[in-house]
Structure formats: structure tokens, C-alpha cells
């Protein structure tokens, strides 16, 4: 599965999300910001690779549904609901972010806003 972790600037969260998912078997894990100065902006190309698009915010989801809407008609997006309040490989972050992130990795249907 296909993972894409999008955040605003692509710096603490969805990197943190990246680097714990990406050893996952059977996970391959990205991420990207909405932001453009984000150091991995997100892009129509990786919409289009993620099985499954997980943003840390409901207000990227909406940016994410404002930019790429007709790309993202098919996809399985999941808000997560992290605000930004931790550093990169915080522990407390990686612990929610295996509370949150576990069970939608073991879903394989539909949308869950």
C-alpha cells in the first residue's frame, strides 16, 4: 500500500509519518507539504502514485480538495486530526501517530473524513 502523509511545510509531521511507516512491511510511505516553500510540495503526481492520502488537518484536506479535486475522486483520504505542536520524531507524535495510522493501513475500502 501506497502511503502519501501530507502536512503544511513538510517538515516535522508528515516526515515523521514517512521515515515510521516506511518500515512497515507491505507500506511505502511519502510525504509532502501544501505549502509552497514546504520542502516536499505536494504534487498532482504524488496524488496520483498514493493508495492512500492522510492529511494531519482537516485544513489540508480541504487544500487538498480546493487544488486536486478531480484527482482525488478515487481515493482513500483519512484526516488525522495532529495539530502542529511537535518536533520531528517526537515521541508522543510517533505514538499517536501509530494509534491513528494503524487500523487505516488494515482498511482497504472506501473514505473516511
Known sequence: MRVLFVCSQN???SPTAEV???TV???E???AGMDSD???P???DLIEWADLILAMERTHYRRLQARFGPLLKDKRISVLRI???????DPDL???LREKVTPLLKLRTSSSI
Open 11 to 13: 517538515r516535522l509531521r
Open 20 to 22: 515510521v511507516f516506511s
Open 25 to 27: 512491511k507491505g507500506v
Open 29 to 31: 510511505a511519502l510525504s
Open 38 to 40: 514546504a520542502i516536499t
Open 42 to 44: 505536494i504534487s498532482a
Open 83 to 89: 495539530r502542529d505542536e511537535y518536533d520531528y520524531l
Open 94 to 96: 510517533i505514538r499517536i
